[in-house]
């Protein structure tokens, strides 16, 4: 058995910065009763009204406060990620920010979650400023979370989380998660990774939303007096939990006897510099070694059609064009201090150690990156490499630069 440390009760939380108008602060009065016009627009029912009775019983906190009493938002790494120029203009501009907090139960239909979401999305409409999620750490696009609400209020693992990966000296992959923490859990890690094996971000999303599901459970079936929880050593993932995950319909008809395994394990004790996360492992089941087992998840939850392409090319003036994303490296470190969330419920948790993308950020079909959280501080990861498959989102026809000696670019076909 593995045992994991989880919550009963969590605290979403998201920071809207912008830069006050002519007529001044924001009026939160006005402000609740523009979120009861917004809800009632863009949060289908049956949520709209758990949204509307948690925000009732006062367990919905929206304060404003000037910008420097706050930690600095990490502009650098932001901008690695895919802030955009008018995001990144409000982000520098911000004088003040408004923090939606709430106390939520961690069970479905986590109506302070969706009524956190609801409010940031109200009232970056109202300021017109940018909403930074300080668990993921990232910029939330209102765009795409205007879809995220749906009348049950259901979680697609893959809308609140980030899947960074980074590549080590030794050549091998380090993949993890962020943002597992609103849901009560420690984040999931998995290691020595083919550097290949990039798209097994859907197979992180899918063991998330395992997680997920089985807090939930556990939660509601013990009334939230809950501080752990009891999984088998071994878990199964197939395509049907992945596409929930993803909010996605598998590529190929799922089948019951399409599923991996995974052996999970927690050690409080884990001397890193961040905090103890679930590590993925090969099972012990398994008739191969961690490689094997990796190539196997890769081609059971992607599908044969899914492979990665290699092509060679001239001299050294494509790695060069990168080498100056380099110097972002130090530059994108993120300091605890910087995890607003922490700093106004108390305590501070660690980011992951990986590095920024020496081979300069990748863009998504919206023409944006994905949001990532990975330093190289703790680590010693070489490069990071921020591409749709980090979000969950696999494409293909993009090419990522390695910067090795043998000069080859990858595309993901």
Same mark, same amino acid.
Do not use: C
């Given at each position: ?355 920024? =993308?020496? $081979?300069?950020?990748? +863009?998504?079909? %919206? #023409? @944006?990156?994905?949001?990532? !959280? ?5 680590? *010693? ?5 921020? =591409?749709? $498959?980090?979000?969950? +989102?696999?494409? %293909? #026809? @993009?090419?990522?630069?390695? !910067? ?5 670019? *990858?595309?993901?076909?």
């Amino acid at each position: 058995m593995a045992t994991i440390p989880i919550s009963g009760m969590v605290q979403p939380v998201l920071a809207v910065y912008f830069v006050p108008g002519s007529h001044g602060l924001p009026d939160l009065d006005a402000a609740a009763r523009d979120l009861d016009d917004w809800a009632s627009a863009h949060v289908p029912s049956p949520l709209r009204e758990a949204v509307a009775a948690f925000r009732k019983a006062g367990l919905l906190t929206v304060s404003v406060r000037p910008a420097d009493q706050l930690p600095p938002l990490p502009i650098e790494l932001l901008q690695f990620m895919g802030l955009g120029e008018l995001e990144d203009r409000i982000a520098r501009s911000s004088t003040h920010v408004v923090l939606v907090l709430a106390k939520d139960l961690n069970r479905p239909p986590r109506a302070g979650l969706w009524a956190a979401l609801a409010a940031a999305l109200s009232v970056r409409d109202l300021v017109d400023g940018v909403i930074f999620d300080p668990e993921a750490l990232r910029i939330v696009k209102p765009e795409d979370a205007i879809d995220w609400f749906s009348p049950n209020g259901e979680v697609r693992v893959a809308q609140h989380i980030i899947v960074p990966f980074s590549i080590g000296d030794r050549g091998l992959g380090w993949m993890t998660t962020r943002g597992l923490g609103k849901f009560g859990l420690p984040d999931l890690e998995l290691r020595d990774l083919p550097p290949n094996l990039d798209k097994l971000s859907i197979f992180m999303n899918g063991v998330a939303q395992y997680m997920v599901e089985a807090t939930f459970r556990e939660v509601a079936a013990r009334k939230a007096n809950v501080d752990r929880l009891e999984l088998p050593a071994e878990i199964s993932i197939d395509r049907a939990q992945v596409a929930r995950a993803l909010h996605a319909k598998p590529e190929e008809p799922p089948a019951d006897d399409v599923r991996v395994t995974a052996a999970i394990r927690f050690d409080s004790d884990q001397s890193t510099s961040g905090p103890p996360m679930i590590r993925i492992e090969r099972p012990p089941s398994f008739a191969g070694d961690t490689g094997v087992w990796l190539n196997h998840v890769a081609s059971e939850l992607l599908g044969k059609s899914h492979r990665i392409l290699m092509a060679e090319t001239e001299g050294d003036e494509v790695p060069r064009r990168f080498e100056a994303g380099r110097s972002l490296v130090h530059q994108a470190r993120v300091s605890n201090d910087d995890r607003i969330a922490r700093v106004h419920l108390g305590g501070r948790q660690q980011m992951a150690g990986h590095q920024a =993308d020496r $081979a300069g950020r990748q +863009r998504s079909e %919206r #023409g @944006r990156g994905p949001p990532d !959280g990975h330093d190289g501080a703790a680590r *010693r990861g070489r490069y990071l490499r921020l =591409d749709a $498959a980090a979000a969950g +989102r696999p494409q %293909r #026809g @993009r090419l990522h630069v390695k !910067g090795r000696s043998r000069r080859r670019v *990858r595309r993901l076909a």
